[in-house]
């Protein structure tokens, strides 16, 4: 298999300790999103859209354990289970609201990436698609946000 990176993500967080859990805990956190020239018309109607999903490499993750304790709980759960960054495959995915385009440069916030992140795809949020509200939490039910452990991924 073979992925060709499409650009990359800049953003405020160097380290691992800096970004946040999600994008949602820090909504305002600004970043952009700098897509190659060679795919900057791939872009064409993306101003449409209020939201973007990105499709990046966790290329800064540690080892990948299979079952292991999370941002959220002391209790290991399986990576499968979590959006824990240590995955086999090291793909991540975040959902940001789109600012504006200026050219081949997304402007975004509520991004919850380590600035110079590989970019792998872009694709556009759509409720109707990508929003289940019925959609049942699993072992988060009930957890509160917390800030990152010391020491955890």
Same mark, same amino acid.
């Given at each position: 298999?073979? &992925?060709?990176? &499409? $650009? ?33 018309? $791939? ?6 859209? +209020?939201? #973007?999903? #990105? &499709? ?9 354990? #299979? ?22 495959? +090291?793909?991540? #995915?975040s959902v940001v609201t789109l600012l504006r385009r200026e050219g081949n440069i997304l402007h975004v ?16 949020? &759509? ?27």
């Amino acid at each position: 298999m073979k &992925i060709h990176p &499409i $650009g990359v993500i800049r953003s405020r967080f160097r380290t691992k300790e800096e970004a946040p859990i999600q994008g949602a805990f820090q909504p305002e956190a600004e970043g952009t999103v700098e897509v190659s020239p060679e795919f900057a018309p $791939g872009l064409k109607d993306i101003e449409t859209f +209020s939201h #973007l999903i #990105l &499709i990046y490499r966790f290329d800064r993750a540690g080892e990948v354990i #299979l079952s292991r304790p999370t941002f959220l709980d002391d209790e290991p759960h399986g990576v499968f289970a979590s959006r824990h960054p240590c995955r086999p495959n +090291s793909l991540g #995915l975040s959902v940001v609201t789109l600012l504006r385009r200026e050219g081949n440069i997304l402007h975004v916030s509520g991004i919850d990436v380590l600035d110079g992140t590989t970019l792998i795809d872009i694709k556009p949020y &759509i409720p109707r698609y990508d929003s289940y509200p019925e959609a049942n939490v699993g072992w988060t039910a009930g957890k509160e946000d917390r800030p990152k452990p010391p020491g955890r991924e």
